[in-house]
């Protein structure tokens, strides 16, 4: 019994062996192709912000989309410098939108674009369309072409940097509160 046992092990075996030594050689012959798609995928988030005047901002990222959140009381006019940071494997389009009763947005303008690092295509450096920002909802501010040449969504050195200047004007001394939400379209 034992002796019919390996017969049937050994023969096994050579069928495996055999099957293997088949389909290695169509695979040589046959080749192989392999077809892949990358989702495109644009993210956005916010370096830290700087206020000046009276106010403050707060911030909340998710994904293509940034909310920014001013509040403050009296009838100073902050200004905010938001850096944007956009990381794409596609072209992109970020628009906006401003939500406020108690404020008003007097100007959203785009003061510098720069690249952070050896990730990114000179070529979103060089050929990015600043929008002239109107009062409509929603605006477009900015449109370019792919940014990040590799990396991850938080690698320190694959995000293009477009900095913002946002002014808001309270309509009165009181306590005021506005919304300004960026997102990829």
Do not use: Y
């Amino acid at each position: 019994m034992p002796g019919d046992l390996f017969k049937h092990i050994g023969g096994l075996c050579v069928f495996v062996w055999l099957f293997t030594v088949v389909s290695s050689v169509e695979a040589q012959t046959a080749g192989v192709t392999l077809t892949t798609t990358v989702s495109e995928t644009v993210l956005l988030s916010v370096a830290p912000t700087a206020v000046e005047g009276e106010g403050r901002a707060e911030v909340v990222s998710s994904g293509n989309t940034v909310r920014l959140t001013f509040s403050g009381a009296g009838a100073g006019s902050p200004v905010i410098r938001v850096p944007l940071l956009v990381r794409s494997n596609t072209n992109f389009k970020i628009s906006g939108r401003f939500e406020s009763d108690t404020a008003q947005l007097t100007q959203l303008s785009v003061t510098n674009v720069r690249a952070t690092g050896r990730l990114v295509s000179t070529a979103a450096v060089d050929n990015v369309e600043v929008s002239e920002v109107d009062a409509s909802n929603p605006f477009v501010v900015i449109t370019g072409p792919r940014v990040s040449l590799g990396g991850t969504h938080n690698s320190p050195n694959n995000a293009l940097q477009i900095t913002l200047l946002v002014r808001i004007k309270p309509d009165s001394v009181g306590r005021w509160l506005a919304h300004v939400t960026f997102f990829h379209d």
